[in-house]
């Protein structure tokens, strides 16, 4: 019987999703206590990866097992598992879908704030920038939708089979004061530090650093040479993964402070 798992995590303090022999993953904990509560070794799938520090709102991974449970593994894993990483549902599963592969559409978010505020620490990253160019940064995320080829905006393009990317969303948001901002992108799959590598550029831009010209010219021409510098990863969050037969809401919002501003979000 194959399950699917829905999670949520905050990535703090993993070395991202994926296990890695450079420090403590998210799959490696999961995984351990599967184990110590199936008593033999369990391995899981997951839906993607994460880089170090980096949370998932939503996340889901699949497990195969002979023989169904008949205890509530829902709550023997939250028991077992430290507190920044939570299961939400198991879903049981027709057939063999796979979490990685199956997935159609992913979404992230990244926040950012501009002033210091120890209650965002790890949850946001922090630009000391007073006068965002939000209008060019808007500007910029909407061309996205444009085009396809992301060979520009990977940290290794040369490890995938290919570099296209269909993005569906890329929306910049600020909170009613301006001095929060949150960037939501979705696609049909992502490249390796793709989104914070975007992230990056608009902050450059929303600081007069770049031009909407010179980000647009990295992507009618992917292969021009450029300095890539990605965002810091504490702000960013995957937070919604859609499959074509499976399509949940995600079970954890954000942190109070980061769902909405004072008065909501604003694009």
């Known amino acids: 019987m194959r399950y699917f798992f829905h999670i949520g995590y905050l990535g703090t303090n993993y070395h991202g999703w994926q296990k890695h022999p450079d420090g403590i993953s998210v799959q490696q904990v999961l995984e351990a206590c599967l184990s110590q509560v199936f008593k033999k070794p369990t391995y899981i799938t997951g839906c993607g990866r994460t880089d170090a520090q980096v949370h998932a709102s939503q996340f889901f991974f699949h497990l195969d097992v002979e023989e169904v449970w008949d205890f509530d593994l829902v709550f023997r894993m939250n028991n077992i598992l430290p507190d920044d990483i939570s299961v939400f549902d198991i879903i049981t599963m027709e057939g063999l879908p796979h979490a990685r ?23 946001s990253s922090m630009y000391l920038v007073k006068d965002w160019d939000i209008a060019n940064m808007q500007r910029a995320a909407g ?18 089979e290919h570099t296209l990317c269909n993005i569906s969303e890329a929306k910049i948001f600020t909170d ?8 939501r992108i979705s696609a049909n799959r992502f490249l390796g530090r793709m989104v914070r590598i975007i ?8 600081t007069g650093k770049l031009s909407v010209d010179e980000f647009e010219a990295h992507l009618i021409n992917p292969q021009l040479q450029q300095l890539i ?24 919002d954000f942190t109070p402070m980061l769902a909405r501003g004072p008065n909501g979000w604003e694009v």
């Open 101 to 123: 592969f199956d997935a159609i559409e992913r979404s992230y978010d990244y926040f950012m704030h501009t002033y210091k505020d120890p209650f965002l620490n790890g949850f």
């Open 143 to 160: 061309l996205l939708l444009n085009y396809t080829d992301y060979h520009a905006f990977c940290k290794m393009p040369g490890r995938n």
């Open 199 to 206: 992230t990056g550029k608009l902050i450059e831009i929303g």
């Open 229 to 252: 510098k990605p965002a810091y990863p504490q702000g960013l969050y995957l937070s919604k993964i859609k499959y074509p037969y499976l399509d949940l809401p995600p079970r954890s």
């Open 176 to 183: 009613s004061r301006g001095d929060k901002l949150r960037f």
